[in-house]
């Protein structure tokens, strides 16, 4: 599925990008891609990485194979882009990111909702102090998936190659978001069960409590329980202003003049909305975000960073090491949940 949409993502780039040659270990499925846009079809890979006319790889395997595959590929000097997570442990995580210090190419993790117009105005405004103090965050997501979803491949569910359920697989990004709107996380406490499911290694339901280094508390609520399937939201509230993102969309912003006393004892009333009047405010004359100048489309705006990074020579907004972070959050939810302590990430 993910495969097929950065096939799409590529060939909607061109001429900056040109899909070359789709890889699956399965032949049927290597070829049916392949037919389907027009290019090489291989079951090999590392016999794609020694093509002098491949500059670039997408890694859209199962989650627990992804340093298997991008570390040979930046090892023959291939620049590359990660679905994410960037693995499934911090062990594998940290041999891409010393495989790409050792190489002149370019490393990219996917996570594409940092790339929608909401959340580049909300992270903006939080880490420009246009909210305060921020105290605190929250992500929830209670999104819904089929006992059928999982027995669909038996990669599903699985420690080794799924890493864990609603938190690793459903609800890396929006853990992402909170990290990437709050500052550094420094520990975790979590819960997390297995409550709906069957034949799956894997929770189904987490929650969790992040400290910032700043004192900032995030709470994440994710399950894959919770039919028919919600909208996800993300928030973050200061002393001078509040943001609430759902489904990509943000539907409250407020941030207070920045010398005006506050004006609210119990609460402001209903009509003090800002987020129609802030977005707009935030894009350029072509429509797209002026925050980095990045396009408003999600994927197609990551890989155009992608291609803007490599050009230049700069690192993308998504990099080994910000992917690694997050990582480290979800991985510290797991040992918190397995230990019933909280964790803190430098002992990870």
Known sequence: ???????????????????????????????ALGSEFGVDAETDLA?????????????????GGHADAAVPALEHGKHVIIEKPIDVTLAAARRIRDAEAASAATVMVVSQHRYERASQVVHAAARGGRFGRITSGSAHMPWW???????????????ALDGGGAVMNQGHHFVDLLVWFLGEPVEVFAWTDR??????????????????????????????????GLGTTVGVYGDRGSAVIED???????AAKRDDPPAYDYGAPGDVNQATEVLPGVRDAQGAPAIAGLAAT?????????????????PPLVTTEEAIRTLAVICAMYESARTSAPVRLDDL
């Open 47 to 63: 016999a794609v990485f020694t093509r002098a006319d491949i500059d670039a790889v997408t890694i859209c395997i199962p989650s």
């Open 298 to 314: 999600s994927h197609t705006a990551q890989f155009i960073d992608f291609l803007d990074a490599v050009e230049e020579g700069r």
């Open 248 to 254: 990509d969309r943000l539907v409250y912003f407020h």
């Open 195 to 228: 409550l709906v499911h069957e034949r799956i290694e894997v929770e189904d339901v987490a929650g969790a409590t992040i400290r910032f280094a700043d004192g900032t508390l995030g709470v994440v609520q994710a399950t894959t329980a919770a039919y028919p």
């Open 145 to 159: 998936r089929s006992q059928a979803y999982y027995d669909s491949a038996g990669w599903r569910g699985t420690r």
């Open 1 to 31: 599925m993910i495969g097929r949409l950065h096939a799409q993502t590529i060939r909607a780039l061109a001429p900056r990008a040109e899909l070359a040659v789709v890889v699956d270990r399965l032949a049927e499925r290597a070829t």
